[in-house]
């Protein structure tokens, strides 16, 4: 008898899925938010997504096969992630030395220094991304007004963001319903008329490609419904308590990079917990400081901190926070 008996280790069943078709998955989901960014910011949208995406690819590239001389990886498609998400949260008439820079700091600091894709702790794209505004703030807080199929780059009108414009009238002593009156209409900031970063103005899209994410089970609610409820009661709480000094639910989801984070960097694999239960703490605890940022800090976005904030937390929750073991009796 020569029949063979394979031993191998579990998992016996594969379901199909991988690192690279969950990635391109992701860009996937992304590709409405970009071609509303190329839309209403044109040609600077394409030269900092273009710059953005080359860089990270080169750079995990040098890195892997000249420092760490590993196994290039760069096909796995994080790269490309790190590039779109680095480009979503910057300022489309950003020049480009700054982007390289940015997606140096991305790639080496926020990734390969952990020893790569499943080991970093942080959001490699945040933390290049907050690496720019600590180092060029005035750059990274000159924000294009979309002006839609612009052929121009660095010479462009600029103009506040509408958390820049409630934060500095606020702070300024006048009343918020005057301050709301500068503020373009709920729908008009849903399809992103308002001035920001290239992937935050796109609610309409951002939303399109969270709906396909779950469809295909990319991700799951939890993180994302958790960050943006926690940051809808929490606002709603302060605006009931005070009408004319806290913007309402609607603004805070519909503004900034809010549905940006809790879409597609807040649920990034590697830096959220492992369990829905702490999956819903983490998210409630980035909905929260971003409140906090935003409405008590000195900056008047707070998601891309929060996040990285909460990053920290993810080893902690992971080791509370446990998903329950199969077969196991209550006790």
Same mark, same amino acid.
């Given at each position: ?37 190329? $839309?209403?910011?044109? #040609? ?40 779109? #998400? ?27 220094? $952990?020893?790569? #894709? ?60 005057? #301050? ?53 009661? $929490? ?97």
């Amino acid at each position: 008898m020569n029949t063979k008996v394979l031993v191998a280790p579990s998992p016996h069943v594969h379901s199909g899925d991988s690192i690279q078709k969950n990635m391109y998955g992701v860009v996937f989901a992304m590709l409405p938010a970009l071609l509303f960014s190329f $839309f209403y910011f044109g #040609l600077g949208a394409l030269v900092v997504t273009l710059t953005a995406v080359a860089s990270c690819y080169l750079f995990e590239f040098l890195i892997q096969k000249y420092i760490l001389q590993s196994e290039v990886t760069i096909n796995d498609g994080s790269a490309l992630i790190t590039g779109i #998400l680095l480009a979503f949260n910057v300022p489309s008439n950003l020049p480009i030395w700054i982007i390289i820079i940015g997606a140096l700091v991305s790639i080496g600091i926020g990734k390969m220094t $952990f020893g790569g #894709l499943g080991n970093n702790v942080f959001n490699p794209a945040l933390v290049g991304r907050v690496f720019l505004l600590i180092s060029f703030p005035v750059q990274m807080t000159s924000w294009p007004k979309p002006t839609g199929l612009s052929s121009g780059y660095i010479d462009v009108e600029t103009g506040a963001t509408p958390l820049a414009i409630i934060k500095e009238g606020l702070n300024s002593g006048q009343p918020l319903s005057k #301050l709301m009156s500068e503020i373009p209409s709920n729908m008009d900031l849903f399809l992103g008329n308002m001035g920001g970063s290239m992937g935050e103005i796109a609610g309409a899209a951002l939303v399109l490609g969270l709906i396909y994410m779950l469809i295909r089970k990319i991700i799951t609610w939890h993180i994302p419904v958790s960050v943006i409820g926690s940051v809808a009661i $929490f606002t709603g709480i302060l605006h009931m308590v005070d009408p004319e000094a806290y913007a309402g639910p609607l603004f805070h989801i519909l503004t900034g990079g809010l549905l940006l984070g809790g879409i597609f960097m807040a649920t990034d694999y590697v830096t959220s917990p492992m369990s829905n239960k702490g999956m819903i703490i983490y998210g409630i605890g980035i909905g929260v400081l971003t409140v906090v940022i935003r409405v008590f800090g000195a900056y008047p976005e707070g998601v891309s901190f929060a996040i990285l904030i909460m990053n920290a937390f993810v080893p902690l929750i992971n080791v509370y926070v446990k998903p329950k073991r199969f077969g196991e009796k209550r006790k």
